[in-house]
């Protein structure tokens, strides 16, 4: 007598996408971009730190919505923070 077993896969669930912006359209001195609990996308000077119940961050900050590129993404909100990158550009002058 022959048992047959039939084997189902679960989904690879994975952890989402961060928010996402075009940083050219963001003030120079901004540097982190982060969704708060409300699912609400910031753009900000210093670091957020996620609480309990919501971020906690100091200095400027302004809603990431006012920029067109903005894309919010779908991770959690205590794991959306995204750091600017800062690409080095090099000038070569001839003497």
Known sequence: MWTFVRFITSPV?????KPSIDWREVPFSFRY???DQNGTGYVSVFTP????????????ILPAEQ?????Y??????????YRSYERTWCHTST
């Open 13 to 17: 669930m994975s952890k989402g996408d």
């Open 33 to 35: 971009l982060w969704l």
């Open 49 to 60: 730190y996620p609480g309990m119940r919501s971020m906690y961050v100091s200095g400027e």
């Open 67 to 71: 920029f067109p590129s903005f894309k």
């Open 73 to 82: 993404g779908n991770c959690k909100w205590k794991e959306s923070i995204v």
